[in-house]
């Protein structure tokens, strides 16, 4: 599934914001996305105001988890009181013939297949992060977790 495509889920994941700060190993093109739908966008390591909203994407990256929690604190520290935070990342599928595909997917991008088994949304709820709701796409090999700041 394209960039443009998932922001467009992650759009309507989110609902209308004045602002949304946006991270991750591809941001230039999340943002141009995003921006592309009419959605103000702020890169997470840009200084800025806090936002009101956030996506933070881990596709295609190889990041250690204390890199990945470093990301997700930014987020928190920079998110609104209450901000919604759309996390993507890679996901196994459970059926087999789907879980091939993702592996194949994985392995075109360098990986192997325990990078999709990544307990992302603990990880989202470990960084102070209420976890609303997980919506698995493209053969549920991705995986869009909203979270929501907790105080």
């Given at each position: 599934?394209?960039?443009?495509?998932?922001?467009?889920?992650?759009?309507?994941?989110?609902?209308?914001?004045?602002?949304?700060?946006?991270?991750?190993?591809?941001?230039?093109?999340?943002?141009?996305?995003?921006?592309?739908?009419?959605?103000?966008?702020?890169?997470?390591?840009?200084?800025?105001?806090?936002a009101?909203?956030?996506?933070?994407?881990?596709?295609?990256?190889?990041?250690?988890?204390?890199?990945?929690?470093?990301?997700?604190?930014?987020?928190?520290?920079r998110?609104?009181?209450?901000?919604?935070?759309?996390?993507?990342?890679?996901?196994?599928?459970?059926?087999?013939?789907?879980?091939?595909?993702?592996?194949?997917?994985?392995?075109?991008?360098?990986?192997?297949?325990?990078?999709?088994?990544?307990?992302?949304?603990?990880?989202?709820?470990?960084?102070?992060?209420?976890?609303?709701?997980?919506?698995?796409?493209?053969?549920?090999?991705?995986?869009?977790?909203?979270?929501?700041?907790?105080?």
């Amino acid at each position: 599934m394209s960039v443009p495509r998932l922001a467009e889920r992650c759009r309507a994941l989110l609902g209308a914001h004045t602002s949304v700060l946006v991270g991750g190993r591809d941001g230039a093109r999340w943002r141009s996305a995003l921006e592309a739908q009419g959605i103000p966008t702020v890169a997470l390591d840009a200084p800025a105001a806090p936002a009101t909203a956030g996506v933070l994407s881990f596709l295609g990256d190889a990041a250690p988890s204390a890199e990945r929690q470093r990301c997700l604190a930014t987020m928190r520290e920079r998110l609104m009181a209450g901000g919604r935070l759309v996390l993507v990342d890679h996901n196994q599928p459970r059926t087999w013939g789907r879980r091939v595909v993702g592996i194949l997917a994985l392995a075109a991008l360098g990986f192997g297949p325990a990078r999709a088994r990544r307990l992302a949304a603990r990880e989202l709820a470990a960084a102070g992060f209420g976890i609303e709701s997980l919506h698995l796409v493209a053969g549920e090999r991705v995986q869009l977790i909203v979270g929501v700041r907790s105080d």
